[in-house]
C-alpha cells in the first residue's frame, strides 16, 4: 500500500513546488509632496470612436524600461518642461504619461486591475495593459499658478491656468480644443 501511495504523494509534492507563489499585493505610492493618486483608470486607445486617442493626451510621454518609478513619472510630469502638468500616469511598468486632461471615456477601475510592479521598483503599483495608475496635482501645487486642468462631468473637460482658458469636448468628439 505504502509503495504505491509514494509515487503519488512525491507526484502532489512536486506538483506543488512547480506552481506559482502567491504574489504580494503592490503598493500605491501616495507619498510626493506634489501628486495624490487617483485611482486606476482604464486607457482609451481601444474604445470605439476614439481615434485612438488615450486618456492622458496632448502632453509629454517618456519610457524607462528597467528604470521606471512612480517618483520618477511625478518628477518627469512635474519638472520637465515650464510647467507642471496636472495628471501623471503610469502603463505597462514603464511608461508615463503627462497631460492636463483625463479623457471623460477613462472610468476609475479597481486598484488590483493596475497589476504591472513598476520596472524599476518591484513592489510598486505602474498601471497594467491599457490600465493606467494617475496621479493628480496636489492643491497646494495647483494654488501656486501652475495651469490645472480638471475632470469635468458629462464629457466636458475645462480648466483655467496661467497661460490661458481650456475647453475641450473630449467625449463627442475625441478631441481636446484649446483658446488662449
Same mark, same amino acid.
Given at each position: 500500500m505504502?509503495?504505491?501511495?509514494?509515487p503519488l504523494l512525491l507526484s502532489f509534492f512536486l506538483l506543488l513546488a512547480l506552481l506559482p507563489s502567491p504574489t504580494p499585493a503592490l503598493s500605491i505610492l501616495n507619498n510626493s509632496t506634489l501628486y495624490t493618486y487617483a485611482g486606476c483608470y482604464n486607457e482609451t486607445t481601444e474604445l470605439?470612436?476614439?481615434?485612438?486617442?488615450?486618456?492622458?493626451?496632448? #502632453?509629454?510621454?517618456?519610457?524607462?524600461?528597467?528604470?521606471?518609478?512612480?517618483?520618477?513619472?511625478?518628477?518627469?510630469?512635474?519638472h520637465n518642461t515650464s510647467r507642471r502638468y496636472a495628471y501623471a500616469g503610469l502603463e505597462y511598468a514603464r511608461e508615463c504619461w503627462c497631460a492636463?486632461?483625463?479623457?471623460?471615456?477613462?472610468v476609475r477601475l479597481d486598484d488590483a486591475d493596475c497589476g504591472?510592479?513598476?520596472d524599476g521598483d518591484n513592489e510598486t503599483a505602474c498601471g497594467?495593459?491599457?490600465?493606467?495608475?494617475?496621479?493628480?496635482?496636489t492643491e497646494e501645487a495647483r494654488s501656486s499658478g501652475v495651469a490645472v486642468m480638471r475632470r469635468g462631468g458629462?464629457?466636458?473637460v475645462w480648466g483655467v491656468g496661467l497661460w490661458g482658458v481650456?475647453?475641450?469636448?473630449?467625449?463627442?468628439? #475625441?478631441?481636446?480644443?484649446?483658446?488662449?
Open positions: 505504502l509503495q504505491r501511495a509514494l470605439p470612436g476614439t481615434s485612438q486617442l488615450r486618456a492622458l493626451s496632448g #502632453g509629454i510621454q517618456e519610457t524607462l524600461p528597467d528604470a521606471m518609478t512612480v517618483p520618477l513619472c511625478l518628477d518627469f510630469c512635474a492636463d486632461a483625463l479623457s471623460s471615456l477613462s504591472y510592479p513598476c497594467g495593459a491599457l490600465r493606467l495608475s494617475v496621479y493628480n496635482l458629462g464629457g466636458i481650456s475647453v475641450g469636448i473630449g467625449a463627442v468628439v #475625441g478631441l481636446v480644443l484649446r483658446g488662449f
